[in-house]
């Protein structure tokens, strides 16, 4: 079964720390998503990639095709950025648009 | 404003009374998905559309039915609900390239909290 697996399940971290969370898949995918979902439970799209790396303001994405790995990155971390970051991939095969989900991980930012 | 609208928001039932979740999405977007997040479990994807009378089952369709007769819309039907289904549902929909291009970022609804009793 095709399966993606986040860590860590839980983070908590000081305000201003470095956060990496991450993302490992079992084959090969087209295309890996990363999404905040806030404490009030709505959904945003931070970042979608199929190879190489993005970056918006303080949030760098990053994927290793050949490692089957993706890793989000959080600089100078704030309080506003507590969330769960859960990772979602589209698996290899075009004409296949399902998308798998990890379980998420919740961050907490504390000041 | 671009948006993905959900009805209703929040909904206790009971079980067997059929009920009807509506999305709405103004952006024109091909696309459009139902998720449901449970505790443990995470988002799973129920049903997908590429585009008009185009849909495919995702990895929970059990127990639920979809339709796509307008670009806009994409309900999701459950014909008989059950107590397993009480869970929170999101509605998705994003621009769609098709073949070897992935999908575009999605846009997401603001949930329906469903409870069936």
């Known amino acids: 079964k095709n399966e993606v697996e986040q860590s860590p399940q839980n983070l908590t971290a000081q305000e201003g720390e470095f956060i990496t969370i991450n993302c490992s898949y079992s084959v090969g995918i087209s295309a890996l998503h990363w999404l905040q979902q806030h404490p009030g439970g709505g959904i945003v799209s931070l970042f979608m990639l199929s190879s190489g790396k993005k970056k918006h303001g303080r949030l760098i994405a990053t994927i290793n095709i050949q490692e089957k790995h993706s890793s989000l990155h959080i600089t100078a971390s704030h309080p506003r950025d507590s969330a769960v970051y859960i990772c979602?991939?589209?698996?290899?095969?075009?004409?296949?648009?399902?998308?798998?989900f990890g379980t998420g991980t919740r961050l907490t930012i504390i000041p | 404003e671009a948006q993905v609208t959900q009805n209703p928001r929040y909904l206790i039932t009971v079980t067997g009374k059929k009920l009807t979740v509506t999305c709405s999405q103004n952006m024109n977007h091909e696309y459009m998905s139902w998720y449901r997040q449970d505790p443990g479990l995470g988002l799973r994807q129920i049903y997908y559309?590429?585009?008009?009378?185009?849909?495919d089952k995702g990895d929970v369709p059990e127990g639920y039915k979809v339709s796509r007769k307008e670009k806009r819309n994409f309900p999701l039907i459950l014909e008989s609900p059950s107590p397993n289904q009480t869970s929170l549902y999101f509605c998705?929909?994003?621009?769609?390239?098709?073949?070897?291009?992935?999908?575009?970022?999605?846009?997401f609804g603001d949930g329906t909290r469903l409870s069936i009793l």
């Open positions: 998705a929909s994003s621009l769609y390239k098709g073949g070897p291009y992935p999908n575009q970022p999605q846009h």
């Open positions: 979602a991939v589209r698996w290899g095969n075009f004409g296949n648009e399902k998308l798998t």
């Open positions: 559309s590429m585009n008009v009378e185009v849909t």
